[in-house]
C-alpha cells in the first residue's frame, strides 16, 4: 500500500494493489480527479487522463475533467462539494492547492463524528490536501485514507475560516466521485416501514438523481447508500461502487450526469435545512464517507463494505464476540406482561437453547400503551414487582443474559419529564408540535437535555445487571427548531440533534463497554454505517415474516454485514401480513443475521418448541460463518417474480459453507434445478450435507468445488403436499415456503 507523490507531475497516486486513486495540482493550482476505480501501475505519470487545467466546464472538447473540491460559480455547473457564503454573500471560491500531507495510519475525525479506525499504523495510510480561498481565508483540507485490506477509501473534508470575517457553511459535502463517463446503472436502498431497503435500480440518465434524508435520521424511506454497476456486472463479475456514509442524520446521496455524459457522485449532509456558520478561527469536519470499488461485482463490493465495516467501523468488545442468540417479548407480549409471565418466557427460551432473553417496551413509568410515560424511565412496579434486577437476577440464574429496550430520544405528553420540562420536547413557540406514534422527540441539541437523559438511563442501565440494550427510535422530527441557539444558527440543528445522539451513545458505551448494543429505529429507520460505530448490531425491520425478510435482508446486504442485521423468528399468523409460513422457514431466513426469536414460547406446541431446539443448536455449531464468514448473494428475490431466493455464507479460507435456497410459493411441473455456489475451492471435494428441517439431515454426499460452483448444486423439485400436512404449525403446507440449506465442509 502506498501514496506516491510525484513532485514533478504534482500528481498523487493512492494504491492497495487493488484499487487506485490518482489526483494531480492542476496548472491554475486546483486539484484535480484523473482516476477512481481500478489498480494502475506505480510509476506513470498520468496527467494525460485529464486537461491540463480547469477553463470552465459547459463547453468541454477535450478529456473529461474530474475535481476534487468542486465548487459552484466558476463554469462548473455539476453539484458542487463545498458552498462558503463569503462575508459579501457570494458563494464563488477559488481553491487552490497549497500543501500536502501523507501520514501512516488514519487520524479519527473530530469530536463525535463516527469513523473508521486502525488498530496498526500499516493499515492505511492517508492524504491530506490543504485547499485555499485566497480572498477569504477559507482553507479545505480534503482528507482520503486507503486501506490496506479491502479496496476502500475514506473520504471527509475539513473547512476552516482563517480569514478575518464570519463565513456560513451551506453545504459540505464528505465525498464527491467525478467519473469519465456515465454508462452506470445507479442503485439506492429505498422503502418505508416495515419495507426497508428494496434494491431499486436506474440506469443513469442526464441530470440528477439520487435520494436523501431531511427527516433528522437516516430513515427507512431512503439509505445512505450509493451503488454503482456496469449493465453487464453480476455478483461475481464486472465493475461496481458501492458508497456509504457514516452519518445518522439528514443526508443527500446523488448521481449528477452532465451534458458531456461525465457522472458526479456527491454523498454528505443534505445541504437543505443545513447552514454552518464559522467565525474567524473555526472550523467545520463532515461526516465520513466510504468508497469500495469492485472489479468482482456486486459481491467484491460487498465483501469490501463488510468487512471494514464490521471489522474497523464497529468496536469494543462485541465487535468479535460471539452474539447471543436472543428472544425478545414485543411480539410475544407487546405492553402486556408482568414479573412472572416474562420468567416463564424465559425459563421456555432457556429450554431451548435460546442465550439471551430482552425485555422490550412497556416496563417503564405508567407505560401500559404507546401513548404514555416515554421519558420516564423508572421501573413500573405494578407489572415488575421486583423491579428490572428481580427479572435480570431470574434471567441469570437460569444461565441466560437479560437485554432491556430504551427510546431515550423521546417523550410522551403524557409523561412526568414532559409535564416537568415541556420546552424540552422540540418544537417553535407558537406553532403546533407535530405528533407521530403519539410522541415528541426530545431537543438533543441542547446539552442539558443530554444530561438529563443520560442521568437517568445510566441510573437503570446500573442499577441491574443488563447486558445488552436496543435503542429505539420510533418517529422522525418535525418542526425543527431549538430555543438553543441564536436565529442565525438555527441552521445547525439537525446537525447538532445527531451530535447529542452520539454523546449519548458515547457516554452509555464508554460507562457501560460490556453492554451489546442494537439500534433500532421503528425497525430500520436507522440502519446506517454510523450507528455500527456505536451498537455492533440494528434491528433490521419490523417486519418479521419471512418472505419479505428475504428482500429486506437481501437490501441490506449490498453494504451491510450479517451481523449487524437483528433477524428474529417471529409467530405465525404474521403480525405485519398475516402469513401462515413453517418454522423452519422462517428460522432459515433469520439465521442469515444476528439471530433470534421474538414471539411467546410458551404460546408454542411442543413440536414447534422441539423445532426450534434443532434449529437454535444447528445455528449455535456455525454461529461462526453466519457472524463471520464471507457472505454471497446466489439468486436475487429482486429478479423475475420474486418466487426465489439463495445466498450462502462460507469461511475466507473456503473450507466451510451454509448455504440456503428458498421456494415461496409452489409452481405445478416443477423443473430440475441447479444452484451455483462460490466462494468455494474448486480443487477441494466437500462433503456436502442438506437439510430441509433441522431436527435431521436429508443425507450427505461428496462433491467436487468446481462441479459445486461451475455446474450447481441440485435443487429437488418440490415434494408433493401430504395428507394431513395443515397446521401442526411446525410444517403447515409443505409445498410453498420451502428452504433448502447445504452444509459443506472440506473433505
Ligand atoms: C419499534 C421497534 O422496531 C419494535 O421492535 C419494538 O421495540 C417497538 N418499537 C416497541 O415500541
Known sequence: ????????A?????TNGRTSWVLRVLENGWVALLHAGAPLAMGPSYRHLGPATFEGYDNRVN???????????????????????????????DLRYRAHRILAGKPPLAGLLPCTYVEDPAEADTLEIDVADAPTGVVVTLSFSIFRDWPVMARSMRIANDGPAGVVVRAAMSATLDLPDAAWTLQTLSGTWARERDVVERPLVPGRQGVGSLRGGSGAEHNPFLGLRRASTTEDAGEA?????????????????????????????????FAWPLEPGAAFTTPEALLAWSGDGLGGMSDALHGVLRERMARGPWRDADRPVLLNNWEG?????????????????????????????????????????????????????EGLEGVAREVHALGMQFGLWIEPEMVNADSDLFRAHPDWAIGIPGRKRTESRQQLVLDFARPEVVDHVADAIIAVLAAAPIDYVKWDWNRFITEPFTPSLPPERQGEFFFRYTLGMYELYRRLTTRFPDILFESCAGGGARFDAGMLAWA????????????????????????????????????????????????????????????????????????????????VAFYVERRDLFQRGRFLRLRSPFEGDGNETAWMVASADGSRAVVAHYRVLQHPM????????RGLDPSARYLVTAWSSFDAPLGTVERGGDELMRVGIGIEPQEPVPAGAWADGVRIVRADFTARMFDLRRV
Open 1 to 8: 500500500m502506498t501514496i506516491d507523490w510525484n513532485d514533478t
Open 10 to 14: 504534482r500528481e498523487w497516486h493512492l
Open 63 to 93: 478529456e473529461p475533467i474530474g475535481l476534487a473540491a468542486p465548487v459552484p460559480g466558476v463554469g462548473d455547473f455539476r453539484v458542487p462539494a463545498i458552498v462558503v457564503e463569503n462575508p459579501d454573500g457570494s458563494t464563488v471560491l
Open 241 to 273: 461502487w458501492g458508497i456509504v456514509l457514516a452519518w445518522s442524520g439528514n443526508f443527500i446521496a446523488e448521481a449528477d450526469v452532465d451534458a458531456h455524459r461525465t457522472t458526479r457522485l456527491r454523498i454528505g449532509i443534505h445541504p437543505d435545512a
Open 333 to 385: 407480549t407487546y405492553f402486556d406482561f408482568d414479573h412472572d409471565r416474562l420468567v416463564e418466557m424465559a425459563t421456555a427460551a432457556k429450554a431451548m437453547g435460546i442465550e439471551m432473553f430482552v425485555l422490550d417496551d412497556g416496563w417503564f413509568g405508567a407505560r401500559s400503551d404507546d401513548h404514555r410515560a416515554l421519558g420516564d424511565w423508572n421501573v413500573n412496579r405494578v407489572k415488575l414487582r
Open 536 to 615: 455492533p448490531q440494528a434491528w433490521t425491520s419490523d417486519d418479521t415474516d419471512a418472505v419479505e425478510r428475504l428482500r429486506i435482508q437481501w437490501g441490506s446486504s449490498l453494504p451491510y454485514p450479517l451481523s449487524s442485521a437483528g433477524a428474529h423468528v417471529s409467530a405465525i399468523p404474521n403480525h405485519q401480513t398475516g402469513r401462515l409460513t413453517p418454522i423452519d422457514f422462517r428460522a432459515a431466513v433469520a439465521m442469515f443475521g444476528a439471530f433470534g426469536y421474538e414471539l411467546d414460547p410458551t404460546a408454542m406446541t411442543d413440536a414447534e418448541r422441539e423445532a426450534v431446539r434443532h434449529q
Open 670 to 677: 416443477p423443473v430440475r434445478d441447479r444452484l451455483r455456489l
